[in-house]
């Protein structure tokens, strides 16, 4: 041996090193990650078109994977993040409320924030409707007929007037977990922010008043998934509080999540278009005639909407397109 193996050269040291390589390239270590773990081929995921108006997605590759269906009131994650991923980003605060109180005065509502000519709740039910609605825009905005299903119990009409607008996460817990310390403004821009508001029946949101997940839950359990989702969208988006209790219970819901995604339930579909009318001299009645409004509320037909049989303009006093209101 000549020198130290170090320095060593000659044919049986070159031929060592040829081995070496040989090796390594069949081990594939030119192509690990950049924290040493091997590479992985993962499949691409399928491709999906999705038709207007409609939150049907179908795939177009193979193999056919169910793609997850997006929540079309833009209820959910913000940033594109999972909802266990929101889950565990939640600020938990099991303090007792903040100093001062809550009151709902001063979380100015139903305001027409994006200046389009409809006050927010006017939105949400556009929005909500599963079919074209049928919107007043004379003077005022209001929302005559749709076709909504509260996705709480699946209590379904075309009446707006069966339905409040619910904010998901209710201002009351908004104030507790931190919007006691916000601007009029800010305060403002919540209460009107259609991500954080549910067309329901009228029942289901005066039975969920100003409770968390904790204390209460959708009775359509179906819903559960987008409940939750949408819950903590909201908080995460708004750096919001939760308490421990309310974290459990959501993860609970988060388990009902299939892989269709957070989808409310035959309800949420965003109508791509609306139907602007103006009052005028038209009857929607044909052959049915009411003489006054008490006798349509004698035959049970009352409110009457425009278009609808038995409405005449006669007898919508306010012309709003609803008559013997």
């Known amino acids: 041996m000549v020198g130290s193996f170090g320095r060593k050269t ?9 081995l070496v390589v040989l090796a390594l390239a069949a081990c594939g270590g030119g192509g690990d990650d950049a924290d040493g773990r091997a590479a992985t081929t993962v499949p691409a995921a399928p491709t999906t078109s999705v038709a207007s108006g409609s939150d049907d997605s179908t795939s177009t590759s193979s193999p056919t994977v169910p793609a997850p269906v997006p929540t079309t009131t833009s209820l959910g994650a913000p940033d594109g993040s999972s909802a266990r991923d929101q889950l565990a980003a939640l600020r938990i605060d099991d303090r007792p409320n903040p100093i001062g109180d809550y009151r709902r005065e001063d979380w100015s509502h139903w305001d027409d924030i994006d200046g389009n000519g409809c006050d927010a709740r006017q939105d949400a039910l556009i929005a909500w409707s599963t079919v074209a609605a049928t919107v007043n825009r004379s003077g005022t905005c209001k929302t005559i007929t749709g076709w909504w299903v509260s996705p709480y119990d699946l209590v379904a009409s ?3 007037g069966d ?3 619910d904010h998901l996460v209710p201002l009351a817990d908004a104030f507790d977990s931190g919007g006691w310390q ?6 403002r821009q919540f209460a009107n922010n259609q991500a954080e508001l549910v067309v329901a029946s009228a029942s289901s949101n005066r039975s969920k008043g100003a ?3 904790d ?4 009775s359509n359990r179906a819903s559960w998934c987008a409940y939750a989702t949408g819950w903590l969208g909201v908080k995460v988006a708004w ?8 974290r459990d219970a959501l993860g609970q819901m988060l388990d009902t999540c299939t892989l269709e995604g957070p989808v409310w339930p035959r309800g949420g579909e965003v109508a791509t278009t609306t139907s602007i009318v103006t009052p005028g001299p038209v009857n929607g009645g044909g052959d ?3 003489a006054n409004c008490t006798a349509a509320r004698a035959a049970g037909a009352a409110p009457i909407y425009l278009g609808q049989p038995g409405y005449r303009p006669a007898l919508d006093g306010d012309k709003d397109g609803v008559a013997c209101e």
């Open 10 to 18: 000659g044919p049986w040291r070159m031929g060592v090193v040829a």
């Open 158 to 160: 075309a009446n707006p």
């Open 163 to 165: 339905f409040d607008v």
């Open 182 to 187: 916000w601007s009029a403004s800010k305060r």
């Open 211 to 213: 409770d968390s997940p």
């Open 215 to 218: 204390e209460w839950r959708p």
């Open 239 to 246: 750096d919001l509080t939760a308490t421990t209790q309310e």
């Open 288 to 290: 049915v005639f009411f």
